[in-house]
């Protein structure tokens, strides 16, 4: 394991691996050469990287620079094919990343084939989902989440974020080229109150990874502010704003930051937002039984967005220790969309993945066995 205090080079974009090589007295091409180890080869040790003159390598290590991959501590398997990861940093901080495949028997995976080539494991799903954490643990205290109950241990580094999924990837054997990969900043933290390193993060995994920008959504509690300065982002994700509620008492009731930003902000930053040709915005929705999700919670709904090229995602709580809501009945949910869908507004229900191993939303809190 790594000590604290080493210079990390997953992070680092491609100018300040310029500046790296520079300094150390070799040529600027090989900042292109590392770049590309980091980020597209993904290597997990200096050594890894032949591109590189071994005498150069030396003396990287010996000036304590290392690669920073975090390390998968545990890993929890899902029967619907859900992987949650515990990845652990230099400092002994960790967080969650969450797996999700889908298609052609993915969900049915049970971890049976892992050590199988990349070849074997192609038929094992279509498309797949990874879940990254932009913070260890969150202040936004959303009294539904899980995640609240750890309060803010601290931002991650861009590094970390592009890390997650690299790890992710390595484990799972993918080839990105041949993959269609999902990626969605909706796991441990609020992305929002970490911005500079979320943005930079997003940056590397488009240029360095090669992940497409629109196959990616960042999701916000409703940081309003952080929601214009997104919209002017050359390279910027998909965005979701998660509601949770159609007016302020109730909304301020579950999510105490609509005390700062309420809907009348959040609303005007989601019109305003610049979407591209064919992009939506989306609004997520936490269905709390008894408390949100009556029929006229859902017309209300409807009014509040009325005209926000935009479609709706229902979730229905996940339950967890120390978090006192209930799940409403299937029959609810339906009701819910139905009225959504009949008002104009194209209304999903997001499945729960991995909620057998709290890899779910809002379930994401790492004390958990
Ligand atoms: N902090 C960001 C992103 C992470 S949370 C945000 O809040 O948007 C991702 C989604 O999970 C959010 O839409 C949130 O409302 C939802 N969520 C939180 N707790 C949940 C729970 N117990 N059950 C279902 N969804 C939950
Ligand atoms: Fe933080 Fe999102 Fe959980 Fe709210 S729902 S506490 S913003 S992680």
Redesign the pocket.
Known sequence: MKTAGQLELLGLDLAELTGLVERAGEPAYRARQLFDALYRQRVAELEEILTLPAAFRGSLAQQSVSVGLPRIEKKFQSEDGTVRYLMGFADGQSVETVWMPEGDGGEAGDGSDAGAPEGARAQAWERATICVS?QAG?A?D?H?????LLGLQRNLSAGEIVGQVLAVLSDQGVALERRRLNL????????FLNYENFIKAVRLLVEGVGLAESRMT?????IAPRIEELGREAVRPKL???L?APNDELRARLMPINRKWDLEALLSAARAFPLRSRERLTF???LLDGVNDSPDNARQLAELIRGVRAKV?L??????PG?D?GTPADSRVSEFQRILIEAGVPTFVRR?RGRDIFA????LKHTVS
């Open positions: 932009s969150c936004v959303c539904f989440c899980l995640t609240a969605v900043f909706m796991g441990m933290g609020e992305p960042v999701s916000t509690s409703g979701a704003i998660s949770n997520e929705y936490v995602n979730i229905a709580m996940n339950p967890g978090v809501f729960p779910a939303c809002g379930q």
